[in-house]
């Protein structure tokens, strides 16, 4: 099993920036694909965006495209959410997840088996 840490959410204004990291530790050679996800008040958990485990393929939301960006250092056994130009529906809990499929680039959360505890990010207008 492999263990997943959030870190970086926060509060910021519309128009400003965070950036997510999610280490992983544990078996960390069976984490293959991971994404970002969200999960406003009230609403189903949500895909923002997914990187394979090289890194050479990553996938994002409609809703995100343009401003996040996903990438990963395997050394740091850490995966990063740049997140610019935020809006206040940008705003959930962000949940880093894991999944043991090395090439998986689709949005389907059910594919995930590794979950971290999520970091609360709040966009005020």
């Known amino acids: 099993q492999v263990q997943l840490v959030e870190s970086g959410g926060g509060l910021v204004q519309a128009g400003g920036s965070l950036r997510l990291a999610c280490a992983a530790s544990g078996r960390t050679s069976s984490a293959g694909a991971m994404g970002w996800f969200r999960q406003a008040s009230g609403k189903e958990r949500e895909c923002a965006a997914v990187i394979n485990w090289s890194g050479s393929s990553t996938n994002y939301a409609d809703s995100v495209k343009g401003r996040f960006t996903i990438s990963r250092d395997n050394g740091k056994n850490t995966v990063y959410l740049e997140m610019n130009n935020l809006k206040p529906e940008d705003t959930a809990i962000y949940y880093c997840?894991?999944?043991?499929?090395?090439?998986?680039?689709?949005?389907?959360?059910?594919?995930?088996?590794?979950w971290g505890q999520g970091t609360q990010v709040t966009v005020s207008s």
């Open positions: 997840a894991a999944t043991w499929l090395r090439n998986y680039n689709g949005l389907d959360k059910s594919v995930f088996s590794s």
